[in-house]
Nanobody, 119 residues
Framework: QVQLVESGGGSVQAGGSLKLSCSAS????????VAWYRQVPGNQRELVST???????WYAESVKGRFTISIDKLKNTLSLHMNRLKRDDTAVYYC?????????????WGQGTQVTVSS
């Protein structure tokens, strides 16, 4: 069974940086597309960034130029480097793997890690 575990969340001042990591219990990142989402209580989950199986990355406009997604397939680890953080980046961040086209969602999810940005 695939398990994803996020780490690296925390509190930071605006303008600061954080690195989120997502460790997989299997080599799932070698065969699937992956993504980072975030969610603020009361809001829908927002797609932040993706990498597809070809290695192509995508970023939401709100984070483009500030966030960088990467995969270390040897270590089964997905990362999100977040720079120049803003208060609006405050959310619970989730990693996800293996997009399910039929269901319109990812098959595997982490438990989430809180990121809080203060001014």
């Amino acid at each position: 069974q695939v398990q994803l575990v996020e780490s690296g969340g925390g509190s930071v001042q605006a303008g600061g940086s954080l690195k989120l990591s997502c460790s997989a219990s299997t080599s799932i990142f070698s065969s699937c597309g992956v993504a980072w989402y975030r969610q603020v209580p009361g809001n829908q989950r927002e797609l932040v960034s993706t990498i597809n199986r070809d290695g192509d990355s995508w970023y939401a406009e709100s984070v483009k130029g500030r966030f960088t997604i990467s995969i270390d397939k040897l270590k089964n680890t997905l990362s999100l480097h977040m720079n120049r953080l803003k208060r609006d980046d405050t959310a619970v961040y989730y990693c996800a793997a293996c997009p399910n086209i039929k269901l319109g969602r990812y098959d595997y999810w982490g438990q989430g890690t809180q990121v809080t940005v203060s001014s």
